[in-house]
């Protein structure tokens, strides 16, 4: 069936540190794709965002790659500082056109940053 | 930016009683709001999908008659968990997907910060 899943439930990194979060789609319908942060106890915080017609996306220390041909996605987090630790989740749509608006999380990845 | 409020924050209540959260939309329309259910360590699961003016569409697995949703107005959407029990306890998080319009991207969904319920 459907699914986005992660490679890796946890990773720790020291302070300062790139951070690579992995995340495994399987519907390749998806045509775009969303990370998001969530803290303990708070909502979802959006991060970034990518279509599928692009590979690459940067924001402010972040990066998203996609790789449509291996349906993998991969957050990248530049100079991690101990305020991004969290619990980070990838999660795919089908985006606009039609209905389905809906969004599927993937299992999340703790990070947590060393100081 | 786009606020999704949640109300309450938390709440715990006994068995078999029932319990409402609200989702509002602060500073933008909304027709088309999500209902979510996230267990500790867990991801967040899409229980249902609410449309203004009409009947919510609910996931597969996830009873109807049991949680049910009004989607009253473009800003507010409510959850009832009806006769609750101690397995209902979860984070509850709804996401509200912009109708666009005053600088608010049309399609980006926005999160509320949850309700935790705790079913004694």
């Known amino acids: 069936g459907e699914s986005v899943g992660l490679h890796l439930p946890t990773l720790s990194v020291q302070e300062g540190d790139n951070s690579i979060i992995n995340c495994a789609y399987s519907?390749?319908?998806?045509?775009?794709f969303i990370w998001y942060k969530q803290e303990s106890g708070k909502g979802p915080q959006f991060i970034i965002d990518?279509?599928?017609?692009?590979d690459k996306r940067q924001g402010q220390r972040v990066t998203v790659l996609l790789n449509k041909t291996v349906k993998h996605l991969s957050l990248q987090i530049a100079a991690t500082q101990p305020g991004d630790s969290a619990v980070y989740f990838c999660?795919?749509?089908?985006?606009?056109?039609?209905?389905?608006?809906?969004?599927?999380f993937g299992k999340g990845t703790l990070l947590t940053v060393n100081p | 930016g786009a606020v999704v409020s949640q109300h309450p924050s938390w709440v715990i209540c006994k068995s078999g009683t029932s319990v409402k959260i609200e989702c509002r939309s602060l500073d933008f329309q909304a027709t088309t709001m999500f209902w979510y259910r996230q267990f500790p360590k867990q991801s967040l699961m899409l229980m249902a999908t609410s449309n203004e003016g009409s009947k919510a569409t609910y996931e597969q697995g996830v009873e109807k008659d049991k949680f049910l949703i009004n989607h009253a107005s473009l800003t507010l959407s409510t959850l009832t968990v009806t006769s609750a029990h101690p397995e209902d306890s979860s984070f509850y998080i709804c996401?509200?997907?912009?109708?666009?319009?005053?600088?608010?991207?049309?399609?980006?969904?926005?999160f509320g910060p949850g309700t935790r319920l705790t079913v004694l």
């Open positions: 999660a795919e749509n089908r985006g606009s056109g039609g209905s389905n608006y809906k969004l599927t």
């Open positions: 519907n390749s319908a998806s045509d775009y």
């Open positions: 996401s509200a997907r912009a109708d666009g319009g005053r600088g608010v991207p049309y399609n980006e969904q926005f």
């Open positions: 990518i279509r599928s017609n692009m």
